[in-house]
């Protein structure tokens, strides 16, 4: 079992930054995918990046590559979504998510968190 913890999440100027950060605890939490998603209203939930949890391999939606980078500080079994230069499409719900294959598809992560809310303001 993986418990996750989302923080960071809150209302963002247009162009500005923002850090997400999920706090991981449970069993065996090293040989999970760590994953974070994102649900705007009326919308589909969509992958947005995955981190191995050696930081050896990495992946970004097309929406969000150049802009957003996920990192992981295994000490504290944490993992972060680092948002640069928001835009309004990127305002949802953001999860963060365990998995145990590099897939970018939700049906592949059993682990999820309860969400953090980012807000783009023009």
């Known amino acids: 079992q993986v418990q996750l913890v989302e923080s960071g999440g809150g209302l963002v100027q247009l162009g500005r930054s923002l850090r997400l950060s999920c706090a991981a605890s449970g069993s065996n939490f090293e040989q999970y995918v760590m994953g974070w998603f994102r649900q705007a209203p009326g919308k589909e939930r969509e992958g947005v990046a995955y981190?191995?949890?050696?930081?050896?391999?990495?992946y970004y939606a097309d929406a969000v590559r150049g802009r957003f980078s996920i990192d992981t500080d295994n000490g504290l079994n944490r993992v972060y979504l680092q948002m640069n230069n928001v835009r309004p499409e990127d305002t949802a719900l953001y999860y963060c998510?365990?998995?145990?294959?590099?897939?970018?598809?939700?049906?592949?992560?059993?682990?999820w968190g309860q969400g953090t809310q980012v807000t783009v303001s023009a």
């Open positions: 998510a365990a998995g145990t294959v590099t897939s970018m598809h939700r049906s592949k992560y059993s682990y």
């Open positions: 981190v191995t949890r050696n930081g050896g391999m990495t």
